[in-house]
């Protein structure tokens, strides 16, 4: 499994991006899988930003970005996008998305956007917000 993050760049504080990951070595039609974006701004941990579930599409986003961006995937694409939206400075970070494949049954929002949930990561794409 591989997974490519693109979209990143410089952008001012109320401008959007959006960023796209595009998984290889599975298909999104065939298997069930998770995948979300997490960020790692310097001298932070890495925290979750938002995820999808593919086979039921539930979607989970962390307090800071609800309402600002959205998650959303295509299938013959086998990419999932982050639409981010009213940018702040504090959303400046490392962007990278994350994916696990099988069915996850009874976690919540906070076990869904844990890192160590996911095996497979990408390499992250910058994201910086000037003010």
């Known amino acids: 499994v591989q997974l490519v993050e693109s979209g990143g760049g410089l952008v001012q504080a109320g401008g959007s991006l959006r960023l796209s990951c595009t998984a290889s070595?599975?298909?999104?039609?065939?298997?069930?899988?998770?995948i979300a974006w997490f960020r790692q701004a310097p001298g932070k941990e890495r925290e979750g930003v938002s995820c999808i579930m593919g086979s039921e599409g539930r979607r989970y986003y962390s307090d800071p970005v609800k309402g600002r961006f959205t998650i959303s995937s295509d299938d013959a694409k086998n990419t999932v996008y982050l639409e981010m939206n009213s940018l702040k400075p504090e959303d400046t970070a490392v962007y990278y998305c994350?994916?696990?494949?099988?069915?996850?049954?009874?976690?919540?929002?906070?076990?869904?956007?844990?890192?160590?949930?996911?095996?497979?990561w990408g390499q992250g794409t910058q994201v910086m917000v000037s003010s």
């Open positions: 994350a994916a696990l494949l099988g069915t996850v049954i009874g976690v919540g929002r906070q076990g869904m956007l844990h890192p160590g949930r996911y095996r497979y």
């Open positions: 070595g599975f298909t999104f039609e065939d298997v069930n899988y998770v």
